[in-house]
């Protein structure tokens, strides 16, 4: 009975609903796969291109009865199609003539006398004068849906032990319309938002006037990661972000050099005469797409294009990116983006069973509205704004104002995952997970979080084996108010270490800051040339598991700073603070010792020291997520701007000296048009009036086996000191442009790095006449440099890099040559 009920049930549906759901594999005569053949369904414009493997799968909404595929090169092919489901198909295709009213190209097609590059160049030509930038404001109300998956769902994964007591979420399967993939939602956040451009002035301002999402994290929180996650990108600029990638657009001006383009057809869609163009890679391993696209024959912008990204791209944990944009003519000559879906499959492995989880981005535009000028203060972006009624609409607002209804299933997760979240498996596996991606374990009952939960362990030669413990409050991700302290102990040196810091937001909306802090603990001073008042911070070089060469010159640091912070614009920060700090020597092997008199006849052998110091910060284009007092950086791939004024006050809390100390950072990543990102780090600094060791620039070595930003390979830790300094830092990340273009070392996807360091300082006779540490001073007054270069994404986890020395080659146990690593998860 319950066959004929489940027969009777696909019939209705299918008789009353229609769809057509094809797949299967195009070969040629010698069964060989043919990639980015042309498959569509006959008297529609839906279809799709075959994979690398000549692969395909799509569904569509109608009953179709026949599907078209066609190559280059190739006799086009009709298959009869039954209703509903056609999987598995193998078709064939001849080697042929194809139609007189195009040109056939087959493998690497010319980049001369092709009607598909004359077509493209009259899209560079046009591509400023279409669309939104046609006007000088333009406004529009978007809609965004964002759904996360678990893919290739089988029987045998949904009887795993994992899964006990939570069976009812596998009602909730569904199949993929691109893959033909079974798949499990598991996540769903829409948002609804204004967003008003001022192409004149380069100005967007994007309002959120309504955001859901299912349950799993805070609102803003999640969006605001998703939203760098799935980066806002123009098909018409050269390059297309994804993933910290920079992908070859195929409309591109650089397109030709990495893309192949055939016009494949001509038709009539929406009443504009329109050219089809397919386009697929010239070579394997880039970061490029293949798919295709339609331009109007008059205005040349593009009426409809669909990319998905090459199974070989050198990008880690996505096995696929797979992008449609569907433009609709407004005005007869006004082409505006009203549809782009977007979805990748994540996955640790490339195999094509391979599970992974589908991200999908579904984003709709509507109400566009041109010409109404706003003033300059309307485009000025709040620097902490929160609006927690955002997050608090109610269904009927929803089901009211979203663009598009839900299906079944999208509707279905917000229900799953409030009765997923009262399962105790459930709950303990997301605490796992949550625990891995913050490194705090969470005490709700308590309202704090122990850890980090990284920092527990570490080593020097003054502590021996060193255990650390913490915790800080945690009301949630937004708290205006946060305390946070740990305790250390040393096994070989049997003392305990501890820290405590206090942070309270005064004013949310100008982010205005108090703090205060203790801390007393053992730390390698000079690790970096930048000075920080991090009460609970500690240098990796003071605790390294690991570590190259002696690590005995660490300090005893006493330090209790009181603050104030504030942003009065968005990306500037404004800090002062005041400090006091006590600095001796942590070990019997190192000195911090000075002289107190002109006749150098007295020692001291501490520092006690106060200080007011003020800092500006201007970080343009950082995006942050959280809005209280702690806020974590999406990407580091955004300029930094940092300059610092202290003033040292003799007499102060018996202080011992006065002194004046500016510094300046400067930090910018560059993409460079196909070749990678360039990282520059430029720091300056100088001490005005006479100090110790302690208080000293030192030049920032580096004495792990890790790669450590900003600190030099072959220097070990006070080899140079300076009281003025310029240092230079230079590092290129080809992601794998070079490596591509050779023969087995394509399939490895191994990313370039190459670099180069300097620096050059002085150091006063004032400051030497000061010194009784026994520790000579050496200042890289002849300019020290020392350049590497690496391989990464090794094992996709893994990048050694090689360093080797400039000069200052003669100093006692200098090191000319050095291996460095590091290891993470990076797309």
């Known amino acids: 009975m319950k066959k004929e009920i489940l027969f009777f049930a696909l019939f209705f549906t299918s008789l009353f609903f229609g769809q057509t759901k094809v797949g299967g594999r195009v070969v040629d005569e010698k069964n060989e796969p043919i990639a980015f053949a042309n498959v569509i ?483 390698q001073m000079g690790v970096s040339l930048t000075t920080s008042n991090d009460v609970l911070g500690r240098s990796f070089a003071s605790s390294a598991l690991f570590a190259s060469g002696v690590n005995n010159q660490l300090t005893s640091v006493n330090l209790t700073t009181l603050g104030f912070e504030m942003e009065p614009f968005k990306n500037f920060t404004f800090q002062t603070n005041f400090t006091y700090r006590t600095l001796k020597s942590a070990s019997s092997d190192f000195s911090l010792d000075y002289y107190t008199d002109a006749t150098q006849t007295k020692i001291n052998n501490q520092v006690r020291q106060s200080e007011i110091n003020i800092i500006a910060e201007f970080t343009p284009n950082r995006k942050t997520v959280g809005y209280g007092v702690d806020r974590l950086d999406v990407d580091f791939n955004y300029a930094r701007f940092f300059v610092s004024y202290s003033n040292g006050i003799k007499g102060v809390l018996q202080s011992d000296f006065n002194y004046q100390k500016l510094q300046l950072y400067y930090r910018q990543p560059t993409l460079i048009g196909g070749f990678g990102r360039l990282f520059a780090t430029l720091e300056t600094g100088k001490i005005f009036g006479a100090v110790p060791l302690g208080l000293m620039g030192v030049i920032p070595g580096n004495q792990s086996w890790f790669v450590i930003e900003n600190t030099y390979n072959l220097l070990d830790y006070y080899d140079f000191v300076a009281d003025e300094y310029a240092s230079m830092h230079l590092e290129h990340h080809f992601n794998g442009r070079l490596f591509s273009r050779i023969p087995y070392l394509r399939k490895l996807n191994l990313r370039e790095i190459v670099g180069i360091k300097a620096v050059y300082g002085r150091v006063s006779e004032d400051n030497k006449m000061l010194n009784a540490s026994g520790l000579q001073y050496v200042a890289p007054d002849n300019v020290y440099w020392e350049y590497n270069a690496g391989i990464g994404n090794i094992f996709k986890v893994l990048r050694l890099d090689c360093a080797w020395r400039g000069n200052y080659l003669e100093m006692p146990n200098a090191r000319k040559f050095a291996v460095r690593a590091s290891f993470g998860f990076y797309f």
């Not at 994979?51 to 009865?65: A, L, T, V």
């Not at 005469?273 to 010239?282: G, L, Q």
């Not at 205005?299 to 996505?318: P, R």
């Not at 413990?469 to 049997?494: H, K, L, P, V």
């Open 41 to 523: 369904l006959k008297g529609s414009k839906e279809g799709v291109i075959t994979d690398d493997n000549g692969n395909f799968y799509f569904e569509s909404e109608g009953n179709y009865e026949l599907l078209i595929v066609s190559f280059v090169g190739y006799d086009s092919v009709q298959i009869k199609l039954a209703p509903g489901l056609n999987k598995d198909l193998k078709i064939v295709l001849k080697s042929g003539v194809s139609l007189d009213e195009v040109t056939v190209y087959t493998g690497k097609t010319s980049k001369k006398n092709n009607p598909a590059i004359d077509i493209l160049r009259k899209i560079w030509e046009r591509r400023r004068k279409n669309g939104l930038k046609m006007f000088k404001q333009y406004q529009y109300d978007k809609y965004e849906k964002v759904e996360f998956d678990l893919n290739t769902i089988d029987s045998a994964f949904m009887k795993n032990k994992v899964f006990k007591g939570m069976e009812f979420v596998f009602k909730q399967i569904d199949t993929s319309k691109i893959s033909g993939k079974s798949f499990l939602p598991i996540f769903i956040n829409e948002t609804l938002s204004q967003v008003y451009g001022d192409n004149p002035s380069k100005k967007v301002k994007e309002i959120t006037t309504a955001n859901k999402n299912s349950g799993l994290g805070s609102g803003e929180g999640v969006n605001t990661f998703i939203k760098d996650l799935y980066a806002d990108y123009d098909i018409y600029n050269n390059y297309l972000k994804f993933f910290d990638k920079d992908f070859v657009s195929p409309l591109s001006r650089t397109g030709i050099n990495v893309y192949n383009y055939v016009l494949a057809d001509s038709m009539y869609i929406d009443n504009k005469w329109c050219y089809n163009i397919i386009y697929y890679p010239r070579r394997k391993n880039e970061l490029t797409f293949k798919g295709d696209f339609w331009v109007n024959d008059s205005t040349f912008a593009v009426k409809k294009i669909n990319l998905e990204a090459s199974k070989s791209a050198n990008i880690n944990w996505v096995k696929e990116i797979y992008i449609e944009q569907e433009f609709e003519v407004m005005n007869d000559s006004v082409f505006l983006l009203t549809r782009d879906y977007m979805m990748s499959d994540f996955s640790f492995s490339k195999k094509e069973e391979a599970k992974g989880v589908y991200g999908k981005r579904t984003t709709l535009y509507k109400n566009h509205q041109f010409d109404q000028p706003k003033d300059d203060k309307f485009y000025k972006q709040e620097v902490n704004f929160y609006d927690n009624s955002v997050y608090n609409k109610s269904d009927e607002f929803w089901e009211e104002n979203r663009f598009e209804n839900l299906n079944k299933n999208e509707a279905g997760i917000y229900k799953m995952l409030d009765t997923l979240k009262e399962v105790p498996r459930f709950k303990r596996i997301y605490s796992l997970a949550s625990i891995l991606g913050s490194g705090y374990i969470e005490i709700p009952k308590w309202k704090m979080d122990f850890g980090p939960i990284f920092s527990t362990f570490g080593y020097n030669d003054v502590e021996g084996q060193r255990i650390r413990i913490g915790g800080r409050t945690y009301f949630g991700s937004n708290d205006t108010w946060r305390i946070q302290g740990y305790t250390a102990y040393g096994f070989e040196d049997e003392q305990f270490k501890y820290g405590i810091s206090g942070r309270w937001m005064v004013n949310p909306n100008k982010r205005v800051i108090l703090s205060a802090g203790n801390r007393r603990d053992v730390e």
